[in-house]
């Protein structure tokens, strides 16, 4: 079945620094989200992407999804401590709208 | 708007005994779905409804049961509760739109079993 693999794992920074999660399918996907949880809460949704090569932005966050539509990355800049949390990619096929979790990337900052 | 709200929020079972998570949501929306969640493990879909009368199976159904009498409502039943199961239970929402299906998310179930 449709795989989501979510690199890396575990992010420690520096508050001020940059952090990227990426995320790969093993199919072509129809759309892509992103969603954060924070410690202890559920997951929230950030964003959808549905076109090939399409970038998005909401403030220090850039979301993008590649030309192939196989892949995806969310871009943090100057991380602050309200960054913390694990932030999940979500890849949806076909018109089921079922979603596939990655395992997640877990943001932790230094202040 | 409440949103999606999920009962009970923890809970603790016994290895063989059965329970039942409730989930309501009141944006009207066609999509329903339980998701579990464990360690490392990311969400993984357990069932989801594309409406009332439709269930169908997700990655890992065995062990739980759902129905989908109403669009309100999505109840997860546990028939004989393992160890294995011990994990958060989110339950989710959405429009039934490929281009817009964000989830939503209620508060979780946290359920140990001993």
């Known amino acids: 079945g449709q795989q989501v693999m979510q690199i890396p794992q575990y992010q420690h920074v520096q508050e001020g620094e940059d952090f990227t999660t990426y995320c790969n399918s093993s199919?072509?996907?129809?759309?892509i989200q992103w969603y954060k949880q924070r410690p202890g809460g559920h997951p929230v949704f950030l964003i959808q992407?549905?076109?090939?090569?399409e970038v998005k932005k909401q403030k220090r966050l850039t979301f993008q999804f590649g030309e192939a539509k196989k892949n995806s990355s969310l871009h943090i800049t100057a991380t602050q401590t309200t960054d913390v949390g694990t932030y999940f990619c979500a890849g949806g096929r076909g018109s089921n709208y079922k979603l596939t979790f990655g395992k997640g990337t877990l943001l932790t900052v230094n202040p | 708007n409440a949103g999606v709200t999920q009962t009970p929020k923890f809970q603790v079972l016994k290895t063989g005994q059965s329970m039942t998570l409730q989930c309501a949501q009141d944006m009207n929306h066609e999509y329903m779905s339980w998701y579990r969640q464990d360690p490392g493990m990311g969400l993984r879909l357990i069932h989801y409804?594309?409406?009332?009368?439709?269930?169908d199976q997700g990655e890992v159904p065995n062990g739980y049961n759902v129905s989908r009498s109403t669009t309100e409502d999505f109840p997860l039943r546990l028939l004989s509760a393992a160890p294995s199961q011990t994990s958060v239970y989110f339950c989710?929402?959405?429009?039934?739109?490929?281009?817009?299906?964000?989830?939503?998310f209620g508060p979780g179930t946290r359920l140990t079993v001993l």
């Open positions: 992407l549905v076109k090939s090569g």
């Open positions: 409804s594309v409406g009332a009368g439709i269930t």
């Open positions: 199919t072509t996907l129809s759309n």
């Open positions: 989710a929402s959405s429009y039934a739109r490929e281009w817009d299906n964000e989830q939503f």
